[in-house]
């Protein structure tokens, strides 16, 4: 096991720079994901971890030895990839023990370390096998078990669901997670999909155009976003905004919308001042129907019922909204529907900045 450190790392491809002065620790151990829209960076900041990009400038360090022009094969790690990466003429067995052959390692040395993790991974039925006879998931666990026999301080996985139908995602984030708490190896996981990261990490990293956005826990990270963007990244419905100006209201201050009308910002913070141009945002799941004093009115265009609850989608200061509620919802497209914004789930921000003000 290691701990990594990354200071001020950057990529540079001629002219052009993509990823921008990380700065990032990781505790030996720690299970983190790096998770941010496709081209934000999180792949190549991965790869040059890896060994298999150039770093452009700062210090990268593996278990405290500086691992800047270290080859990959040096920094005792291993990669499991998007595409499985397997030789398909090779059986289940010997794409495990290909790592190993490699290194001229004796059958007697690797052949239990095989054993081991194909009974860890469930492929102990499957180790004559071609891929070409296994599932997506399978063909999944046999990259894995390739990585698990190399015994490295560090796994790298760059995308590695994202082939894989809705089900098998869900089976194989549950499977890894467990496999990291079996070997309690350090894990840097890469991936686009925001439940993947909510649900495995132990800190999210959320990046965006080669930046580091906010690190934290997942909960820490939904609870309390720091901008906008992260606000808007992490959540599936998405995080509701509208955009206005503070005012004053009969109930203490409000939110007027561009559209003439006013959300009222029930105990709102001293940060949001009168005549200051914020954004509001609340999380679907948050929102309150009620039939009386309500803080906003939003006009109901679909109705989506998914069985363990139903999402409401209207218009509130031209933006579409979500409200999210675990009973069976009797409304109807075109009703008008009263919400209620609980203080203690309002979120504000800085519109111009996008930092957060509460």
């Given amino acids: 096991m290691a701990a990594v450190q990354l200071s001020g790392i950057f990529k540079r491809y001629g002219d052009t720079q993509v990823v921008h002065g990380i700065d990032l620790h990781i505790d030996d151990g720690e299970f983190v994901v790096l998770v941010g829209p496709s081209g934000c960076g999180k792949s190549t900041l991965m790869r040059m971890v890896a060994g298999l990009e150039e770093i452009s400038g700062g210090d990268l360090m593996i278990g405290g030895t500086r691992a800047n022009h270290l080859a990959p094969q040096q920094r005792n790690i291993s990669m499991v990839f998007q595409s499985y990466a397997l030789y398909p003429h090779l059986s289940v067995y010997e794409n495990i023990a290909f790592g190993p052959r490699i290194r001229k390692e ?15 991974l469930n492929l102990g039925g499957y180790l004559d096998r071609l891929p070409r006879a296994l599932s997506g998931g399978q063909r999944q666990r046999v990259a894995m078990g390739r990585a698990v026999v190399r015994e490295p301080s560090l796994f790298l996985f760059d995308e590695p669901l994202s082939n894989l139908d809705a089900k098998l995602r869900v089976q194989m984030r549950t499977e890894i997670k467990a496999l990291h708490q079996r070997l309690k190896n350090t894990v840097i996981y890469v991936t686009h999909d925001q439940i993947e990261a909510m649900t495995m990490a132990d800190r999210i990293v959320v990046m965006n155009a080669g930046r580091i956005e906010q690190i934290g826990r997942p909960l820490e990270l939904y609870d309390r976003p720091s901008n906008l963007f992260v606000a808007s990244f992490l959540g599936s419905p998405s995080m509701n905004f509208a955009e206005g100006i503070v005012v004053d209201h009969s109930q203490g201050l409000a939110l007027k919308l561009a559209d003439g009308g006013e959300i009222v910002l029930e ?58 509620t675990r009973q069976r919802s009797k409304v109807e497209p075109g009703e008008r529907v009263a919400l209620r914004l609980p203080a203690a789930h309002i979120h504000l921000f800085d519109t111009e900045s996008g930092r957060r003000l509460v």
């Fill in 106 to 120: 004796s059958p007697a040395n690797f052949k239990p370390r095989i054993e081991a993790a194909a009974k860890m």
């Fill in 267 to 324: 105990g709102a913070p001293l940060s949001a001042n009168v005549g200051a141009r914020v954004t509001l945002g609340v999380r679907p799941e948050h929102i309150e129907t009620v039939t009386q004093t309500p803080d906003a009115i939003m006009e109901v265009e679909v109705v989506e019922p998914t069985g363990a609850e139903t999402h409401l989608y209207g218009k509130i200061g031209g933006n579409t909204w979500c409200v999210t």
